[in-house]
């Protein structure tokens, strides 16, 4: 993950950050990226900010910060967990976000700072719809797993779309048996998230008892999350988002950041792009 090859990128140093992201904002957004070699998420949200960075054609600039190498950088922004982006806008820190998120959503957090592609930046790629039917890819995956049962990236094709089915058993075992290059997939991630939040519904009470419980205690934590990871897994997608902001506002440290946690998850799992950049925005403000 180098930033020589792109001119819209560099790697931002804490000797160099004063000129090159506070003072340099004051023309155009920076985005401050911390992130380290060894961390397979970052590896995944890079490129994607290193292509927008491109395409955007200096909209905004792209700072990469090693933690690694710049220990004091990422103490002096309170960064917990990598990778962890900021905007810079203004010479002041305006927005940030933890872990890896769509595109589609980075696009939507940049146009809600005003940061849109400068005129000659390249055209957004067409975005695959997702399949209307999970049973029916399901049956034509297994077939295609059949016919060719060396090509991994199919099964966890298979694995996803047994997972929109409910067939969470099946799913697992095909995600657990795949190969090192494919843990730290996007998809995979996003099967994982949807395996803890399962794991995390069974045996819950049913959600009437969860409701009355949080109608007769509204800082009872521990059934908000409940009932949100219900109504998540159920499509109730943003009654979902919205108790587990709530958990964030009342208790930003409970249990050691299950509603931040949780809210990444959901945003890993929840397709609505639209949906995601509105609670992503209202989680950094309450973060940040």
Known sequence: MTADANPHVFDATAETFQDEVLQRSLQTPVLVDFWAEWCGPCKQLGPVLEKLATEYNGAFVLAKVD????????AAFQVRSIPTVFLV?????????????????????LK????EPRAGAEPPAPVDEAPVDPHAEVVRLRHEVSEKPEDDALKLDLALALLRTGATAEAEQLIDALPANLATDDRTERARAHLRLVAAAKDAPAADVLEAAIAADAT?????YLLAVQRLLGGREEDALEHLIEMLRRDRQYQDGLARRTLIDAFRVVQDD???GRYRRRMSSLLF
């Open 67 to 74: 933690v690694d190498k710049e220990q004091q950088l990422a």
């Open 89 to 109: 806008k203004d010479g002041q820190l305006a927005d940030g976000f933890p872990g890896v998120i769509p595109e589609g959503t980075l696009r939507e957090f």
């Open 112 to 115: 809600t700072h005003g940061i």
């Open 220 to 224: 009872d934590l521990r059934a908000r």
């Open 274 to 276: 639209d949906l995601v």
